[in-house]
């Protein structure tokens, strides 16, 4: 029966290839793979998966885990209060100072403070998190405290310390005691906490520093895996044996708008935690694995989409196994979320868990020929680098030598150019732009980020930038309305449309939407005297390539004499194109087009 249900698929997948050639071509298979920033294929069909992995996950929902990142006490009580009420069954507290605080953050100095922060929040049945940038144990001793007044001892809570200094060393650039000295203080803490009965996450392997500087899903795990295997040899080192060190360890992935690379990328961690383990001679077992939405997909421009974004990324965690999540509000990027903003980060995982059930089916992509291929790829990928960071002498020695920076900053510019070429696209950024958009609430916007003195300690490594994809675009909005602001109009381009409707049209709305992402409004003009008289300094002749191979000459030598700074072409007439240039053609805009390039060259003449 197996034997005729593989001939079978074998066969329903040539059929499939059959139609795909027929319809697109013989070259179909290769124009329908893609490839990942980091060189991965995907291909477009799979065939059923040999065999399911089963996720090693305790099944069950995933609990909603809110920031609490305001600066005032009171306000961050309130609007914690508001999410617990809401449906929020986790809390992260988010010190002041904290990569995670992104300027914003609680000053949690004493008791008082923490007393202040969690007045009248139940802790039955409440995960809680701590991000304690440069505070380390200090934050979540308070914490434990707390919970010890309220009749709550350690032993009974879920807490995760988020202990993380090499995670600190990639954002800050140092780490004030050697690791040998680093680690054996983490051995010492972790191991004082449990003679204490505290049994929860100590030490967190945190993805989100490299994402955000631009790392692919492998070199994520990689780096995640790495940074905990030195923190599973320090709690060893510590005095506990190594299962009792593996409880001690959480997890942090970055959940982006790919749903089913976030999927297989939440899968591989378990996997390739799995193969650790069995390494050290301990049976595989769960582990905390906590997701947050990715920084480096938000918009600051058309920042609704992030809702969409947002949606795929809990998809893919929720499915891919993730204990607890962390959607970041849409607004994110604009500065401090207001309650409406929080209100929908809960509301969509929790539409998605309570009417879309997505957490009733343990594993549910488990035996999918595509998921498989795709989580299986990724520890094929991860394990390699993995292997290399050890080699170099684990996490914190390659940082220091700087061979994952190296290799993230590859990956970013392969990524950079996509974005630029539009080959991947922001919705509302880079693709489909609303100049009239309506602006959205914050209860504080985003400080500007200040240059930061070059950290010293005992380690030092070249930090890791956070970047988000749209800065360039959000840069050349920001341009523009400044310039709206000094002038009183927004920048402007010419469309000048030769030729009957038919001819010119399709192109027309594409240069109209290639230049509103740079902030510039589209005005229409049929000749040379109607684009001298529309004030704009740059035209982009918009018809078809009989058109223009007729009258594209001509008319681009007319309109540099009649004073503009830029002729562009809209299309891409190749056998004229030296011709073109030489009537004063500046490029020509197609789908492949460098359009950050493009933007540049005519903010700077406007």
Known sequence: MAQNADSEDDALQRQWLGLVRKLVGEDALDRLKTRTPDGRVIEPLYAKADQATPLLREPGRWR????????DPSIANELARADRGGGADGLTLVAAGSAAARGFGLALRDADDIARVLDGIAFDGLALRIEPGARGLALADLVIAFAESRGFPPETLDLDCGLDPIGRLTTTGAMDASWDETARSLGKQVKDLRQRGFQGAVLRADGRPYHEAGASDAQELAAVVATALAYLRATEAGGLDLGDASK???????????QFATLAKFRALRRLWARVEEACGLAPAPIRLHGETAWRMTTRRDPWVNMLRAVAAIFGAGLGGADSLTVLPFTAALGLADPFARRIARNAQIVLMEEAHLWRVADPAAGSGAIEALTEGLCEAAWPMLQSVERDGGMVAAL?????????????????????????????????????????????PAPTPAAMPAAKGAVSAEPLPSRRLAEPFEALRDWADAHRAETGEAPKICLVTLGPTAAHAKRAAFARQLFAIGGFVAVTAEDVGAFAASGAHIACLCASDEIHAAEAGSVARALKEAGAALVFIAGRPQALEDALRAAGVAAFLTDEVDCLAILREAAAVV
């Open 64 to 71: 909603i885990v809110q920031p609490v990142d305001h600066p």
């Open 248 to 258: 001690a360890l959480s997890f942090l992935l970055v959940a982006d708008a790919d």
């Open 400 to 444: 220091e030598k700087g061979t994952i920076q190296r290799d993230i900053v590859a990956v970013r510019a392969t990524r950079e150019r996509a974005l630029a070429t539009r080959q991947e696209l922001l919705t509302g950024t880079s693709a489909y732009p609303d100049l009239a958009e309506r602006p959205a609430n914050v209860l504080m």
